[in-house]
Antibody, heavy 121, light 109 residues
């Protein structure tokens, strides 16, 4: 059964950093990519980033313009958890962050439950 | 900047049929936009209904169907039920990025 579990959310001051994690089970990062999507309080969904690894450990990654240069996706050595490193955080980054399994380049098919990030002084 | 458009709200009677749409501020939606549709109730994570235009996600009843209607993607719900009352979001693949619509609040009454 495919499952994703996010963690690492919390309260951070503007300009600070936070690392979110997305633990996956039931599928391999070698065959499926992962999206990060966020939802600000009372607002709609916003796509943040996507990463897909290949069998040779190469990868493709992309970010929405508003986080380029501040957010970075990485994978831990267990190869079952992805991390979203968020630096230089701003108030507008306050949101629930979800990771979602890629549906074979065609979108998102399974979602995690989300983790909340609050950027506030 | 590409904007994905959705009806802000819609209502349907129990047992009725409703079609929600997902368009582009400029241009047409096609299958190469890989439209996805998601259902979200307050406080819950989104649930994927449809991806790649018309592929139902696992466990989604066939009351939900996706298509291209004219120059927009469409989500049709037949035999609407009370628990279909939710927010519905679409997302399109545009210029290498995924862009969500603002969502449609569906009321069943």
């Amino acid at each position: 059964q495919v499952q994703l579990v996010e963690s690492g959310g919390g309260v951070v001051q503007p300009g600070g950093s936070l690392r979110l994690s997305c633990a996956a089970s039931g599928f391999s990062f070698s065959y499926y990519g992962v999206h990060w999507v966020r939802q600000a309080p009372g607002k709609g969904l916003e796509w943040v980033a996507f990463i897909r690894y290949d069998e040779n450990d190469g990868y493709y990654v992309d970010y929405v313009d508003s986080v380029k240069g501040r957010f970075t996706i990485s994978r831990d050595t267990s190869r079952t958890t992805l991390h979203l490193q968020m630096n230089s955080l701003r108030g507008e980054d306050t949101a629930v962050y979800y990771c979602a399994k890629d549906a074979g380049f065609y979108g998102m098919d399974v979602w995690g439950q989300g983790t909340t990030v609050t950027v506030s002084s | 900047q590409t904007v994905v458009t959705q009806e802000p709200s819609f209502s349907v009677s129990p047992g009725g049929t409703v079609t929600l749409t997902c368009g582009l501020s400029s241009g047409s939606v096609s299958t190469t936009s890989y439209p996805n549709w998601f259902q979200q109730t307050p406080g819950q994570a989104p649930r994927t209904l449809i991806y790649n235009t018309n592929t139902r996600s696992s466990g989604v009843p066939d009351r939900f169907s996706g298509s291209i209607l004219g120059n927009k993607a469409a989500l049709t719900i037949t035999g609407a039920q009370a628990d279909d009352e939710s927010d519905y979001y679409c997302v399109l693949h545009v210029s290498g990025m995924w862009v969500f619509g603002g969502g449609t609040k569906l009321t069943v009454l």
